[in-house]
């Protein structure tokens, strides 16, 4: 179990409330005695706030699960709602444990009265509820400066982004190449060369476009994709082997665009491409209708590290949808990433968010 770290408001609520409740409960118990007997305010003060602390340490805990079981500004009256029902579960636990606790051990002479049980239970309740409404407060100021902060690293990012991309659409070694593929096909395999030609403007086109949208379909995106590892199985003939399992199910789904480039691209870019020692790549979902795209590792030697600015550009967006952010597995073997597949449903109730996502 976590140690659990109360906050700074926390410690304000305990500061300035406590004298409240401690107050409260110590003349309800002894009326004006408790503040005239020194020996009867010492005892019962102590008791009573070794008993209180004890219960707000465990009320503030279970506040915090609540917090991440309701996390977002939707579910804001959801965790309200808890919280005061938490709330007044333990301020009736924590009475009772003092009113019943002195009266079972008859401290100072004290006898049970019912009505001075519930006037305390009120004020603790009352001054509890403040607490609440100060630490919500907080809470939603806290996300709020966290809202701006991931808008303002998702800006960063965009740009950062959006000249990779526009280094990758005229990258003059991806587009060289490609150019020299097709002149040698143009003398030796004109029907080929047609075919390579077409599939090139595709390529161009898609980048062109869909470099502006934020969201694409997964149909969308794996024509696309058709078209690219065209190319590259040309040059590279049996080098490259693809492999797409059963996405028919899942083409309405949306994810972010080029996404499946990118992959591709790494792919190709970090490991050996060899006829016998051929690179295969594939495309599938799993269990969880995540979108798996894997590739066997065989690193070239001297590599150079990826600086992630795709992956972790392609996880932000998932994270301001609400979304799971990629999940990245690597082993001797293997290289992989998961990727959640979103309704058209659910992004469109997140229209706001998807405004400031960038592309």
């Known amino acids: 179990m976590l140690q659990y770290r109360p906050s700074f408001i926390e410690w304000l609520t305990l500061i300035f409330m406590f004298p409240i409740v401690i107050g409260t409960a110590g003349y309800q118990l002894f009326g004006s005695r408790y503040f005239h007997d020194p020996e009867v305010f010492a005892a019962t003060t102590a008791l009573i706030m070794a008993i209180s602390l004890t219960c707000w340490y465990f009320h503030f805990m279970l ?49 049970f009265v019912r009505e001075n049980f519930v006037f305390s239970s009120i004020i603790g309740i009352t001054v509890t509820v403040i607490g609440i409404t100060l630490c919500e407060t907080e809470y939603v100021f806290k996300k709020w400066k966290e809202s701006l902060a991931m808008k303002e690293r998702a800006q960063m990012q965009y740009h950062e982004q959006e000249f990779e991309n526009l280094i990758r659409q005229i990258n003059p070694h991806f587009l060289f190449n490609n150019l020299n593929t097709l002149s040698s096909l143009i003398t030796t395999d004109p029907p080929k060369a047609e075919y390579f030609l077409d599939e090139l403007s595709k390529v161009y ?13 997964l149909g969308s995106e794996m024509q696309f994709i058709g078209s690219y590892v065209a190319l590259l199985q040309i040059r590279h003939s049996d080098a490259i082997r693809f492999h797409v399992g059963n996405l028919a199910p899942f083409e309405d789904r949306l994810l972010p665009s080029l996404s499946l480039q990118l992959l591709v691209e790494n792919a190709v870019k970090h490991n050996m491409v060899r006829k016998n020692q051929p690179l295969h790549i594939s495309i599938s979902v799993d269990a969880q209708q995540r979108l798996v795209v894997e590739n066997n590792l065989q690193q070239k030697p001297g590599n150079i590290p990826s600086n992630k600015v795709g992956l972790s550009n392609i996880s932000l967006k ?3 949808l609400g ?9 001797e073997h293997c290289f992989r990433v998961r990727l959640a597949l979103m309704h058209r449903s659910y992004v469109e109730e997140h229209h706001q968010v998807l405004a400031h996502l960038p592309v």
Do not use: C
């Open 63 to 111: 506040i915090q699960q609540f917090a991440a079981l309701f996390p977002t500004f939707k579910d804001m009256w959801k965790r309200v709602l808890a919280m005061i029902l938490l709330d007044i579960v333990v301020v009736k636990i924590n009475m009772a444990i003092i009113f019943y606790g002195f009266d079972a051990m008859h401290l100072f002479g004290y006898v």
């Open 205 to 217: 086109r898609y980048l062109m476009r869909n470099n502006q949208e934020a969201l694409s379909t």
């Open 318 to 320: 998932y994270k301001m």
């Open 323 to 331: 979304q799971p952010a990629a999940v990245i597995e690597q082993d």
